[in-house]
């Protein structure tokens, strides 16, 4: 069975920044995607930021503010976000699309989520 085990959510004031952090575990054969989703009370779960075979993607309201980085050796992945703003307040969640038993079938993972609260 496979986890993602997010870290490094938290308070954080306006302008400030956070390193969320996420690690895959379990038998793992290959990983196509490693990413990040958030989800703000009361909306959908929405796209943060991607990395698949080293090309990322963003949402644009934090392209500009955000770096993802992905190790496909080590199984993890990290967001860096600055300059955060209310807006950016939500569950963050660790986001995999991994193959486990051969490489033809490749599943959806999800973590847990990480509280990230922006406010003064």
């Known amino acids: 069975q496979v986890q993602l085990v997010e870290s490094g959510g938290g308070l954080v004031q306006p302008g400030g920044s956070l390193r969320l952090s996420c690690a895959a575990s379990g038998i793992i054969l290959s990983i196509a995607t490693m990413g990040w989703y958030r989800q703000a009370p009361g909306q959908q779960r929405e796209l943060v930021a991607t990395?698949?075979?080293?090309?990322?993607k963003y949402a644009d309201s934090i392209k500009d503010r955000a770096t993802i980085s992905g190790d496909n050796n080590q199984h993890t992945v990290d967001l860096q976000m600055n300059n955060l703003t209310p807006e950016d307040t939500g569950v963050y969640y660790c986001?995999?699309?991994?193959?486990?038993?051969?490489?033809?079938?490749?599943?959806?993972?999800w973590g847990q989520g990480t509280q990230v609260t922006v406010s003064s």
């Open positions: 990395v698949t075979s080293g090309v990322t």
């Open positions: 986001y995999a699309v991994i193959a486990v038993t051969n490489f033809a079938v490749f599943y959806d993972v």
